[in-house]
């Protein structure tokens, strides 16, 4: 079984980002792209800025079926109705009840197959370790860090912030089986299904 982060892996946050950043902090994306995971060093704002910003990027009204990352839509509804598997997502979201809200309006599957939970990036080993899941879709290194210390194995899904190893951790994040894209990921559950 495998499992899925949310936030860009399944849904497109970084235009939201983006947005945010420059209509609530009037700060603009260099070249338009979010290189690293540290927001705080990419906007130049303090942490206590970067909380107030992701609570923004977060509402509920962001949730549309057009932010969905593309590709995604017809893998997962692959993985439902096709290879008939749940579809599992762990998040550091707190409002799991507007994540699977926004899945079951967005995708064509049985909502009772949608399940949504809760874990901070840096703990969803332990979670994924519980539900018994296999594999986890993941864009953040730390959390697939912790994915991996809990014997499941870590897919990263490839954005323009992980693109570049981390230097000081590099060691242990090179290791990593990369997911470029949502046909890839395709491949992968074809091979793996
Ligand atoms: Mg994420």
Redesign the pocket.
Known sequence: MIGF?????IYHMSPVIKYVAKVYFGKDTPNGIIPGYNLSEVYGLTEAQIRELIIKCQEEKWLTPDRLIPGAKEVLEYLVNHQGEPLIIVTARTQTDWVKNFLEVSLDVDPRKISVFHSRSINKGECLYKLGLEYFL???WEALLSVQQHGVQPLLFEQEWNLKLPSDRSHAFQMFERIKDWDHMKDFLVKVG
């Open positions: 982060d949310l936030d860009g892996t993941d864009d953040y």
